[in-house]
């Protein structure tokens, strides 16, 4: 691994003194549109070095309460194993008292944190920011695919989704037949409804974030984009919500695509995770 989260090093990187721990998860296999996915976790940790670590609107600098850098996780192998792998390796950042923060790679690596917190805790409900459902049983063969990811998720945990603005006639069909919580981009665009996402949530919180959930114009850089969606700001709000008013257990980041020329998107990615960490307590 040759970068650590944001350049720091001892004391801030110290694992055994950290707050968070960074953990790379760069499995691609079922990406449907572009391919790259892979390459994101290196891309954001290479982009975080450039991070100005004082954060003006918190007033402090987040990275001395201690951000861990973890080698990544060796992805080549079978969909199951590489989802178990993430899982054991999350349950021991737990066990060790930390805050795991793990960067895709394709939406399936949330699989494997959101079982470690289900292990550690027994109860935690899903924040899911996507502009897709993630709903479909199977897609193109596969149960793990990174559009089914929500479906898994569902099959042991209530979950919420916000953003959400690219579904199959299936999962509109899942979603009015069981009643589930979803947050759609054009209405969020209407009016404030963070409130109301944060109503639906139970007390201990995942927050699975796809990178698509941000309007192209913020985040071109990502496997399958969808105009209309949420801005800079609006999703900082939101995540700052979740984490001052539910005990938020676990963040991912997915779906970064890095393309030559839009380098910034990397950077865009490392700030968000960054501005993650420091909403947190
Ligand atoms: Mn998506």
């Not at 850098?69 to 178990?84: H, K, M, S």
């Not at 795991?100 to 289900?118: D, F, I, N, Q």
């Not at 550690?120 to 596969?142: C, N, Q, T």
Request: charge should be negative; include cysteine.
């Amino acid at each position: 691994m040759a970068h650590e989260f944001a350049g720091l090093g001892e004391p801030f990187s110290n694992y055994e003194k950290a707050r968070f721990v960074v953990l790379s998860a760069p499995f691609e296999s079922t990406t449907s549109y572009l391919k790259g996915t892979a390459a994101g976790p290196a891309a954001i940790l290479e982009a975080s070095g450039e991070l100005e670590l004082y954060d003006i609107e918190l007033g402090t600098t987040p990275a001395e309460r201690g951000i861990a850098t973890l080698p990544q996780i060796q992805c080549d192998g079978p969909v199951e194993e590489v989802i178990d792998a993430i899982r054991r390796k999350c349950s021991k950042i737990l066990e060790d008292g930390k805050f795991p923060v793990v960067l895709g790679g394709e939406h399936t690596v949330s699989l494997g944190l959101h079982l470690a917190l289900k292990d550690f805790y027994g109860d935690v409900s899903a924040l899911h920011l996507d502009a897709h459902g993630d709903l479909r049983d199977s897609f193109e063969g596969s149960r793990f695919s990174h559009a089914c990811v929500m479906r898994r998720i569902r099959e042991h945990s209530d979950a919420v989704q916000a953003g959400i603005r690219a579904i199959c006639e299936e999962e509109a069909e899942l979603i009015s037949e069981e009643g589930l919580k979803v947050f759609y981009a054009h209405e969020m665009v209407e009016g404030d409804l963070i409130p109301d996402i944060i109503g639906c949530l139970g007390d201990r919180v995942h927050v699975t974030l796809d990178l698509d959930v941000l309007d192209p114009s913020v985040m071109p850089a990502v496997g399958t984009p969808e105009p209309g969606g949420l801005g800079w700001y609006g999703l900082l709000g939101l995540l700052k919500a979740v984490a001052v008013s539910r005990e938020v257990v676990g963040f991912d980041m997915v779906e970064l695509c890095p393309r030559p020329g839009l380098e910034y998107a990397g950077f865009t990615a490392a700030k968000l995770a960054y501005k993650m960490m420091g909403f947190l307590p």
